[in-house]
């Protein structure tokens, strides 16, 4: 099929690059030129694990990089729009990108054309951007508008899109059904994975994955619904963690015996330092706007917000129990992305603690394998950018980890207490056991665990060595 991905983003770039990858004719279309130009170059714009292996292998192939939006959608079967969907000032969505596709792509419609909604939506979009199209004489029977909500995580956004637990297809007539059908079909009908150039089967993946059709409102709703389930999962586990510091329960334990109930499951159950990125925390504003906006006061989200945001206060708050004053204090920092695998940082609780940091008076000396370059131009000069972690840990007072990324829980527990100036840890991601750091010789403050303190670590000493003695 002839696909035509409008913003080539982080959601448009993937979801383009795949596409072309199942066989289809892709163009991706954007309005920033030094973007096209770029990919047209061959120049890589994200940070996505096998992002730059599939550009590789169908650039001026089976994939197209174009400004000319007409062109595009002209020549294409299915036009798939994904641009951003930020939030305004009173928390809804601003639709304004959508509504300037949807005027744009009205007069290249010509023969019938699927127009599908891949950025996350308020539920009724859908019917707004027909009305659009229509107004700007695009003829009723010659399009259908749907909805295919993408369910992939920044850096694993390709692994994600082949290895789905579903495909969603929100749409209302059968005609605009059997284009989006035809669309996935190399993977409901499981060829993509017998073949030898196939993306690597992530370990819990099941294939081939279901398709799920529902009307369009249906799909724009349940992926509102998706994110904010997820993100009141987080909260959830954050809240109790909080329990867990009051009362001296482990979370982590308590996350074990939670997450086998296999009626609520294991994934994201992670505490931290709260959510962030451009999905969940825009996502849940513009949910409870859509909601209240249709007379239903989903009280619910304000908490699942309210907890997420408290988060990253408890953890500065920690850092000060650690260290006493903050004025003046080195900090180490590891991670400055939303999370880890992407140089993503848009809502990143890491860079806003780093922040409530700095406007403590404190010195950052921060590491982020991904991420330096954007946070470089959002970060004032209280913080230097180091080239590892261990770097940025010399001569700091504590160093704090605000990211999961995978190399931040493999780090030299020796060299690092080396090139501390004190040996204190703050972890607001739990990648470190706490009896392992003791034993490293680390004051280890963790999130709703108890913390390995100095009075704590030389109790336990002296009663060694009674025992030793006795
Ligand atoms: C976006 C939405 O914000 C999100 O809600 C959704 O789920 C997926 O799409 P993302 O891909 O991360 O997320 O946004 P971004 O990386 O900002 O990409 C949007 C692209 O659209 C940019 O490259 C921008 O230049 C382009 N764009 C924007 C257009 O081509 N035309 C426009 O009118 C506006
Ligand atoms: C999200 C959705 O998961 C994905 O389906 C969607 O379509 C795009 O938005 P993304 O924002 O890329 O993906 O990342 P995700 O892995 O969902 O993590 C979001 C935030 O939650 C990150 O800040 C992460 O650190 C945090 N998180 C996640 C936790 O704090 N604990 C967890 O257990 C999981």
Redesign the pocket.
């Known amino acids: 099929m002839r696909i035509a991905v ?7 770039l993937v979801a383009g690059a795949c596409f072309a990858d199942i066989g289809h004719e892709v163009i991706l ?4 030129q030094q ?1 096209i130009t770029g990919l047209n170059q061959g120049q890589v714009p994200i940070h996505e694990k096998f992002l730059p292996e599939l550009l590789a292998r169908h650039r001026g192939q089976r994939l197209h990089f174009s400004g000319d939006l007409h062109t595009a959608v002209e020549a294409s079967d299915a036009v798939f729009i ?5 939030s305004t000032e009173r928390g809804d969505a601003d639709l304004s ?1 959508v509504e ?2 949807a005027r744009g792509i009205s007069g290249a419609i010509g023969r019938y054309k699927v127009v599908v909604e ?3 939506v308020p539920v009724y979009t859908s019917e707004w951007i027909r009305k659009i199209m229509l107004r700007n004489a695009a003829a009723p029977d010659s399009f259908d508008v749907a909805s295919n909500p ?1 369910f992939m995580r920044e850096g694993t956004a390709v692994s994600d899109f082949f290895y789905t637990d579903r495909i969603v297809i929100g749409s209302d007539t059968a005609r605009c059904t059997a284009v989006l059908r035809e669309i996935y079909a190399p993977l409901t009908d499981g060829s993509y994975y017998l073949r030898p150039d196939a993306i690597p089967r992530p370990d819990r993946a099941q294939i081939p994955p279901p398709m799920v059709v529902t009307s369009t409102k249906s799909a724009e709703l349940l992926k509102h619904a998706c994110n904010a389930f997820l993100a009141r999962k987080i909260s959830f586990i954050n809240a109790v963690a909080s329990v867990c510091e009051s009362v001296g329960a482990d979370v982590q334990q308590v996350v074990e015996g939670v997450g086998t109930d296999s009626r609520i499951g294991p994934r994201f159950l992670n505490p931290g330092i709260g959510y962030g990125g ?2 969940f925390p ?1 996502d849940l504003r513009a949910f409870r706007a859509v909601a209240r906006e249709h007379g239903y006061e989903f009280r619910l989200l304000d908490e699942v917000m309210h907890i997420n945001e408290d988060q990253r206060y408890r953890f500065v708050q920690k850092v000060r129990k650690a260290l006493w004053t903050l004025r003046g204090k080195r900090l180490a920092v590891l991670g400055l992305a939303f999370k880890g695998g992407t140089d993503d940082i848009r809502e990143s609780p890491a860079l806003a603690v780093t922040q409530a940091l700095v406007a403590e008076g404190c010195a950052i000396s921060a590491y982020d394998p991904a991420a330096m370059d954007r946070a470089r131009e959002v970060l004032t000069s209280s913080v230097e950018f180091a080239s590892d972690p261990y770097e940025a840990a010399r001569d700091a007072d504590a160093l704090l980890i605000l990211t999961e990324w995978e190399e931040f829980a493999a780090l030299d527990l020796n060299r690092l207490r080396g090139l501390l100036k004190y040996p204190i840890v703050v972890d607001g991601r739990n990648l470190y056991d706490p009896a392992a750091m003791a034993v490293a010789g680390f004051t280890y403050y963790s999130i709703g665990r108890t913390a390995v303190t100095e009075e704590g670590q030389q109790l336990q000493s002296a009663a060694a060595r009674k025992f030793k003695n006795a």
């Open positions: 409008i913003g080539s983003g982080y959601v448009g279309v954007d309005n920033d973007k994904a641009v951003g969907t930020p990108y300037s596709v891949k950025s996350t993408e451009s999905c825009k």
